[in-house]
């Protein structure tokens, strides 16, 4: 059997599971909706400038933003979660006993995780665009942001599972390193003004280059300069981080 053939049996397997898992779908696409919805209502009330701006809503655009790459830089516990039940823990040996090379099976699963973490995102933006007139710039560019996130999220995450040995662990750094990138990408509260804040608040996480690339792709912050600083920042980080994860899989999966 060749690797392409394997490939696709794992994907098979792994699509599966994960379009069978309603949480996920819960989780990622109808929980994101839910609080735009309610924070933006929320935050509207405290506006003192005018909140439409061209037919869109301001404040759902940057809520919705802010909520969307929050969720998407969590969509790698889903992955996470997989690795560690299959490959920590009982079905351990039974996987390892079918004829699919670990390192395949890991990458069918970060393609699926990947892929159903997108397809969230798209219906989220579809979602708050259509209902709430949350405007989300060059389309292209938008789609590009979420999917360079969702595979940072994966490779971050398998990193982690690598790294650290208690899933209960693994998960929390997740949560603190996706939370620490959104509060210095301006999400949580007002930082302070100065050149060090600045550079974190636009260019300094996978969050404030995402963030920037949408904002930079429209008629709010137009700017070719940054959009390509944000895509190209992000696709630097994943290359970088693949090459980790290409080191630690050959020596844990060996």
Same mark, same amino acid.
């Given at each position: 059997?060749?690797?392409?053939?394997?490939?696709?049996?794992?994907?098979?397997?792994?699509?599966?599971?994960?379009?069978?898992?309603?949480? #996920?779908? *819960?989780?990622? !696409?109808?929980?994101? @909706?839910? &609080? %735009?919805? $309610?924070?933006?209502?929320?935050?509207?009330?405290?506006?003192?400038?005018?909140?439409?701006?061209?037919?869109?809503?301001?404040?759902?655009?940057?809520?919705?933003?802010?909520?969307?790459?929050?969720?998407?830089?969590?969509?790698?516990?889903?992955?996470?979660?997989?690795?560690?039940?299959?490959?920590?823990?009982?079905?351990?040996?039974?996987?390892?006993?079918?004829?699919?090379?670990?390192?395949?099976?890991?990458?069918?699963?970060?393609?699926?995780?990947?892929?159903?973490?997108?397809?969230?995102?798209?219906?989220?933006?579809?979602?708050?665009?259509?209902?709430?007139?949350?405007?989300? #710039?060059? *389309?292209?560019? !938008?789609?590009?942001? @979420?999917? &360079? %996130?969702? $595979?940072?999220?994966?490779?971050?995450?398998?990193?982690?599972?690598?790294?650290?040995?208690?899933?209960?662990?693994?998960?929390?750094?997740?949560?603190?390193?996706?939370?620490?990138?959104?509060?210095?990408?301006?999400?949580?509260?007002?930082?302070?003004?100065?050149?060090?804040?600045?550079?974190?608040?636009?260019?300094?996480?996978?969050?404030?280059?995402?963030?920037?690339?949408?904002?930079?792709?429209?008629?709010?912050?137009?700017?070719?300069?940054?959009?390509?600083?944000?895509?190209?920042?992000?696709?630097?980080?994943?290359?970088?981080?693949?090459?980790?994860?290409?080191?630690?899989?050959?020596?844990?999966?060996?």
């Amino acid at each position: 059997m060749n690797n392409l053939y394997l490939f696709s049996v794992a994907f098979k397997y792994y699509f599966k599971r994960v379009t069978r898992d309603p949480f #996920g779908i *819960l989780i990622y !696409t109808v929980v994101p @909706v839910i &609080l %735009i919805a $309610v924070i933006g209502a929320i935050n509207s009330q405290n506006v003192q400038e005018e909140i439409f701006v061209n037919g869109y809503n301001m404040v759902m655009t940057y809520v919705g933003i802010s909520m969307l790459l929050l969720f998407l830089l969590n969509g790698g516990i889903l992955l996470l979660n997989y690795l560690d039940i299959d490959f920590g823990k009982a079905m351990k040996w039974r996987l390892k006993t079918t004829p699919c090379p670990t390192h395949i099976m890991v990458f069918a699963a970060t393609i699926v995780c990947s892929i159903f973490i997108f397809i969230q995102g798209v219906l989220v933006i579809s979602v708050t665009g259509i209902f709430m007139d949350a405007y989300w #710039g060059n *389309l292209m560019v !938008t789609l590009g942001v @979420v999917l &360079l %996130i969702s $595979v940072f999220s994966m490779l971050l995450n398998i990193i982690l599972f690598f790294t650290v040995k208690k899933l209960s662990l693994a998960e929390t750094l997740s949560w603190v390193i996706t939370w620490m990138m959104a509060a210095l990408g301006g999400m949580m509260f007002s930082l302070p003004e100065n050149s060090f804040f600045e550079l974190m608040r636009n260019y300094g996480t996978p969050f404030a280059l995402g963030q920037r690339s949408i904002l930079a792709s429209g008629f709010i912050e137009s700017s070719h300069t940054d959009v390509w600083i944000g895509i190209l920042g992000l696709v630097g980080i994943n290359i970088l981080f693949s090459m980790i994860v290409m080191i630690l899989g050959r020596r844990k999966l060996a």
